[in-house]
């Protein structure tokens, strides 16, 4: 069956023109999220104290020190919180040296529990992204614990015992 130039390139439009419409909803239509709320039982204390561990490790990420950023992070294991080991910490170092950097900047904290919170960061890796406008950024996630009175920067395990999905940021 032959089929004309034109109407092969009214359907091809047809299609694309679809295609974009449905990249183009309406976000206030879709089904909104459930999201817990954060907590009241941290002082501000706890979140000046996170704050700056988390402005700690993004000034090292943003110049690049990886090995300065990597020693912030630590596991949360059952109950117990741990450096990472040399192969957590190899493979943390292989990843983010492999990654273009821009840039980075620190979108979102919340906290809600000893051990379930999240810190969210950008990392733009394209030349003509932009952090403000998150084009051209990936997104990163940690998790700082409260242990024995001492808060950490662990890396988000979505596998560990009372670790869930807490919201979008």
């Known amino acids: 069956m032959k089929i004309s130039k034109t109407l092969f390139i009214a359907l091809s439009a047809s299609l694309l023109f679809t295609a974009c419409a449905g990249c183009s909803e309406d976000k206030s239509k879709r089904p909104s999220v459930a999201l817990h709320a954060p907590s009241l039982d941290f002082s501000a204390q706890d979140s000046m104290t996170v704050k700056t561990l988390a402005n700690d490790y993004l000034a090292a990420f943003a110049a690049k020190?990886?090995?300065?950023?990597?020693?912030?992070?630590?596991?949360?294991?059952?109950?117990?919180?741990?450096?990472?080991?040399?192969s957590e910490r190899k493979s943390y170092l292989n990843t983010m040296g492999q990654l273009p950097n821009y840039g980075c900047k620190l979108k979102g904290l919340a906290l809600y529990t000893t051990n379930n919170n999240r810190l969210v960061y950008m990392l733009q890796v394209t030349s003509t992204g932009s952090l403000e406008t998150e084009e051209g950024v990936m997104k990163f996630y940690l998790n700082p614990v409260l242990k024995d009175g001492q808060w950490y920067l662990t890396l988000l395990d979505m596998e560990q015992e009372g670790t869930e999905k807490l919201f979008n940021i």
């Not at 300065?68 to 741990?82: F, G, H, P, Q, V």
């Open 65 to 86: 020190d990886y090995e300065t950023a990597a020693d912030m992070l630590y596991k949360l294991e059952n109950d117990s919180i741990r450096e990472l080991n040399a």
